[in-house]
């Protein structure tokens, strides 16, 4: 798994990588499903724990 960031790139060890949370891809407002990727995402954001 590859951390991607404005400073570069940065692998990340597989056993933190089975630790973090299963986040989906940001919505492509361009992609003919466009309206069910902003669902699936508000439904993912909606159900994760707020700390």
Do not use: E, Y
Not at 18 to 28: G, K, S, T
């Amino acid at each position: 798994m590859i951390l991607s960031t404005s400073s570069g790139d940065f692998p990340i060890p597989p056993s933190v990588a089975r630790r973090l949370p299963n986040v989906p891809a940001l919505p492509d407002l361009s992609a003919p499903n466009a309206r069910i990727q902003l669902a699936d995402f508000r439904d993912w954001l909606d159900a994760s724990p707020v700390t």
